[in-house]
C-alpha cells in the first residue's frame, strides 16, 4: 500500500517594510491625483503649493523605495508586498524625476 505524505502550508507574515512600502506607493499616486486637481481648480495659479505637494510626493516615492529594498533583509516571511512596493516606488520615481527635469 502507498504511503500518504501530509503537507501543512505554514501561512508567513508579509514584511511589515514591504506594506510600508506599498502604502507610501498609493500615498504617492494619491498626491499626484490631487495636485493635479487643485492645479486645475486654481487654474494654474499658486504653482508652488502644487509643486510643494509633487516634492513631497516624490520624496515619498524615494523612502518608499528604500524601505521596499530594506524589507527582503528580513527573514521567514513573504516578500510580495516588498517585490510590489519596491517596483511601483521604483516606476514612480523615475516618472518624479522625468516630471521635474521637464519643468526645468
Known amino acids: 500500500m502507498a504511503r500518504r ?3 501543512a502550508i ?3 507574515k508579509e514584511a511589515a517594510k514591504g506594506k510600508l512600502s506599498v502604502g507610501l506607493a498609493i500615498a504617492s499616486l494619491l498626491l499626484f491625483g490631487g495636485a493635479v486637481g487643485i492645479a486645475y481648480v486654481l487654474e494654474g495659479s499658486y504653482g508652488f503649493i502644487v509643486g510643494g505637494i509633487c516634492l513631497f510626493a516624490a ?3 524615494v ?4 524601505m521596499g529594498i530594506s524589507s527582503f533583509s528580513k527573514e521567514k516571511c513573504t516578500h510580495r ?3 510590489i512596493g519596491s517596483i511601483l516606488n521604483g516606476i514612480f520615481m523615475v516618472g518624479w524625476l522625468a516630471f521635474f527635469l521637464m519643468g526645468v
Open 81 to 83: 508586498t516588498s517585490i
Open 59 to 61: 520624496l515619498l516615492s
Open 63 to 66: 523612502y518608499g523605495f528604500l
Open 10 to 12: 505554514i501561512k508567513k
Open 5 to 7: 505524505y501530509r503537507y
